[in-house]
């Protein structure tokens, strides 16, 4: 069975850092695509970056380029979201997915529970 466990959000000023984690387990983790979403009730899912097992290429949204990177640790079999210089519009429930061709508009075939981040002004 495929798990995917994020952790790592929290309260946070603007300006500040948080690093989000996604542990994963129940499939070949090399294999597969990782992602990061964040959504709200009420808002549409923004996918905010990926990894392409493939080829290693990843990919950022222009909202979060230049302040997030992702990076994997497969001995850990653990996907980061390293954030820096978080903005109050950064506020939002993040998630993690997987997919064997999901980077960068592919289909996504498991996710996460979410964990919430939480920008102050």
């Known amino acids: 069975e495929v798990q995917l466990v994020e952790s790592g959000g929290g309260l946070v000023q603007a300006g500040g850092s948080l690093r989000l984690s996604c542990s994963a387990s129940?499939?070949?983790?090399?294999?597969?695509?990782i992602g990061w979403f964040r959504q709200v009730p009420g808002k549409e899912r923004e996918g905010i970056s990926c990894?392409?097992?493939?080829?290693?290429?990843?990919f950022y949204a222009d909202s979060v380029q230049g302040r997030f990177t992702i990076y994997r640790d497969s001995a850990k079999k653990t996907t980061y979201l390293q954030m820096i210089n978080l903005k109050s519009e950064d506020t939002d429930v993040y998630y993690c997915?997987?997919?064997?061709?999901?980077?960068?508009?592919?289909?996504?075939?498991?996710w996460g529970q979410g964990t919430q981040v939480t920008v102050s002004s």
């Open positions: 997915s997987v997919g064997l061709f999901g980077c960068p508009r592919g289909r996504w075939e498991n």
């Open positions: 990894h392409r097992s493939t080829d290693d290429k990843i």
């Open positions: 129940g499939f070949t983790f090399d294999d597969y695509d």
